[in-house]
């Protein structure tokens, strides 16, 4: 079955840096690849995703890149923020209702 | 206007019992999810549901019972509660079982103690 690696598993930085954080997954047939963001308390909430057929996507501050040959992707955000911080999961799927495996997570902490 | 809500938020419960955690969702999604975030953060699926049947069923001890009376609830049950339950507990809900990937709307958790 699907294995999904991330690293870092903490990662502080100054506010105002850049942060990234990276995945790799197993499983060549994995083609949806969400990233989601946990606060203190609160449960997982979706903040990029990104499909096979796509290499980067953008929103904001933030961004997603993926290798599908070296099967690993990446989450990019820039301007780091205090409410930023909190616990970052990748996941990989595949197709028609296969389960999301979720990385291990990293915790964020930016420093004002 | 809660979009995924469950009750209780905390349980705290003693070896041997049976307790369960509801899940609700007004989203009018037709899939919902249990899943289990242990001490160290690790998010692992339980269940998937999709219109009131079970679609994915990974490894979980047969204490554990998941019961959708309509699309929009998804209960847990436990049975004989043991100490290595002691987790948060997650449910979620998705728009369609179609196509990879659609977001899943996660709900509070639910903070199970046991001891």
């Known amino acids: 079955g699907e294995n999904v690696e991330q690293h870092p598993s903490t990662l502080s930085v100054q506010e105002g840096d850049s942060a990234v954080i990276k995945c790799t997954y197993s499983?060549?047939?994995?083609?949806?690849f969400p990233w989601y963001k946990q606060e203190l308390g609160k449960g997982p909430q979706l903040i990029i995703d990104?499909?096979?057929?796509?290499g980067e996507k953008k929103d904001q501050r933030i961004a997603v890149t993926l290798n599908k040959t070296a099967k690993h992707f990446s989450l990019h955000i820039t301007e780091t923020q205090p409410e930023d911080s909190a616990v970052y999961f990748c996941a990989a799927s595949k197709d028609y209702g296969q389960n999301f495996v979720f990385g291990p997570g990293t915790r964020l902490s930016v420093l004002p | 206007d809660t979009a995924v809500s469950q009750t209780p938020k905390y349980l705290v419960t003693q070896m041997g019992n049976d307790k369960s955690i509801k899940c609700e969702q007004n989203l009018g999604h037709d899939t919902m999810y249990w899943y289990k975030q242990d001490s160290k953060k690790f998010l692992k699926i339980m269940f998937s549901y999709n219109n009131k049947e079970l679609i994915i069923n990974e490894t979980v001890p047969n204490r554990f019972s998941p019961k959708s009376p309509d699309k929009a609830h998804l209960n847990l049950h436990i049975n004989s509660l043991e100490l290595g339950d002691s987790a948060v507990y997650f449910c979620a809900s998705s728009p369609l079982l179609q196509g990879a990937g659609d977001e899943q709307f996660f709900g509070p958790g639910t903070r199970l103690t046991v001891l």
């Open positions: 990104i499909r096979s057929n796509v």
């Open positions: 499983d060549s047939a994995s083609n949806y």
